[in-house]
């Protein structure tokens, strides 16, 4: 059964660090489009960056909120997706999904594709 799987979130103090994980079981996603998304307590969920397939380059694309912050990357295995999140903000508080999409693309900052598959999400928590 294919699953997502996200991992890493915590409470840290502005200006530090966290490093997300988002694993699959059950497929490798080497050639889809992934993104990390966020909800924060009373806000819609938003779209945070995207990674299009390795055949479409693995090229990043990033929120203008978290640009130049996160850093989102594949590993070599094709099931593993990270965002490197250096620099947090006490807004950046939510908890942070990966989402698979269809396609190899990505529309914007997160995936082009009518159908994502989500993980349970994770907690990041910025203290000031």
């Known amino acids: 059964q294919f699953q997502l799987a996200e991992s890493g979130g915590g409470l840290v103090r502005a200006g530090g660090s966290l490093r997300l994980s988002c694993v699959a079981s059950?497929?490798?996603?080497?050639?889809?489009?992934i993104g990390w998304f966020r909800q924060a307590p009373g806000k819609e969920r938003e779209g945070v960056s995207c990674?299009?397939?390795?055949?479409?380059?693995?090229?990043?694309n990033y929120a203008d909120s978290v640009k130049g912050r996160f850093t989102i990357s594949r590993d070599n295995t094709g099931n593993t997706v990270y965002l490197q999140m250096d620099n947090l903000k006490p807004e950046d508080t939510a908890v942070y999904y990966c989402?698979?999409?269809?396609?190899?693309?990505?529309?914007?900052?997160?995936?082009?594709?009518?159908?994502?598959?989500w993980g349970q999400g994770t907690q990041v928590t910025v203290s000031s």
């Open positions: 989402a698979l999409g269809r396609l190899p693309s990505c529309s914007g900052y997160v995936p082009a594709s009518d159908k994502l598959w």
């Open positions: 059950g497929f490798t996603f080497d050639t889809n489009a």
């Open positions: 990674i299009t397939g390795t055949g479409s380059g693995s090229v990043e």
